[in-house]
C-alpha cells in the first residue's frame, strides 16, 4: 500500500513539470505573446543550431570554396605527391582563399541585412530577401545558362524573364555544376605539362632498360623541380583568384 501511494505521489510530482514541458514544446510557444511575428528564445536557438549544422555544406558548395579545392585535389594528383600538402593543408588554404575572394560581399550583407537588423530598421524576411541579393549577383554570375535550363526542364518550372527570376532552389545546384565543370577544365589544363614529363621519363627509362623502377618514382622529382622553378603556387592561386574577379 505504501508503495502504490509513494508511486501515486511520484506521479503527482511529475504531471506539473509534464504539463510545463508540453506548453513549451507547443507551437504557441514558439512566439512571443503580444508581438506579431517574434519569435521566442529557444525557437531562437532551434533555428540557430539547425543554420549552424547547414553551414559547412553551404560553405563547401555554394561558394568559391567548391572551384578551390577541386583545383588545389588535381593539382596535387598531378604532382604524384601523394599525401604532400595533406588534406588539412588544402582545406584552410582553400578556406581562406574563399573567404579573402567573398570579403566584399559578406561586408555588403553586413552593411545591408544585418546591421539594419540588428538596429530593428528591418524585420527578419526583410534581411532575408537583402541578404540574398549580393549572393543572387553572385551565383548568376558563375552559373551557365544550360544548367539552370536544364534544372527548370527537371523541375518543371516555368522559363524566368529576367536572370534576377531564377529560382534560388534552380540557381543554387546550377551554380554547384557550373563550378564543377570549371574545376575540371582546370584540373585538366594542371595535368597536362605533368603528363609529357610523365610519357618523356617513362620513354627513356624504356629504351635503357630500366624495367625494374618505375617510371612515376623518376619523374616525380622532375615535377616538383619544374613546379618550383615556375613559382606554380603562386601562378596556380592567382589564377584561381583571378577567376573570381
Known sequence: MSRRL???????????????????????????????G???????????????????????SVTPFLRISVVLHFLRQALATQTAPSNQVLVGLALFLSLLTIEPMASRIYEQAWTPLENGQMSLPQAAQEAAKPLRQFWLRFAREKDIALLLEISHAPAPRTPAD????????????????????????????????????????????????????????????????????????????????
Open 166 to 245: 531564377v529560382d534560388l532552389k534552380v540557381l543554387i545546384p546550377a551554380y554547384i555544376l557550373s563550378e564543377l565543370k570549371a574545376s575540371f577544365q582546370i584540373g585538366a589544363v594542371l595535368y597536362l605539362p605533368f603528363l609529357v614529363i610523365d610519357l618523356v621519363v617513362a620513354s627513356v627509362t624504356l629504351s635503357v632498360g630500366m624495367v625494374q623502377l618505375p617510371p612515376v618514382m623518376i619523374s616525380a622529382p622532375f615535377k616538383i623541380l619544374l613546379f618550383v622553378l615556375v613559382d606554380g603556387w603562386n601562378l596556380v592561386v592567382g589564377s584561381l583568384l583571378k577567376s573570381f574577379n
Open 6 to 36: 509513494a508511486g501515486a505521489g511520484g506521479l503527482a510530482l511529475l504531471l506539473p513539470a509534464a504539463a510545463r514541458a508540453a506548453r513549451a514544446a507547443s507551437p504557441a510557444s514558439w512566439f512571443v505573446a503580444g508581438q506579431a
Open 38 to 60: 517574434a519569435m521566442s528564445a529557444p525557437m531562437q536557438i532551434v533555428l540557430l543550431l539547425t543554420a549552424l549544422t547547414l553551414l559547412p555544406a553551404a560553405l563547401v
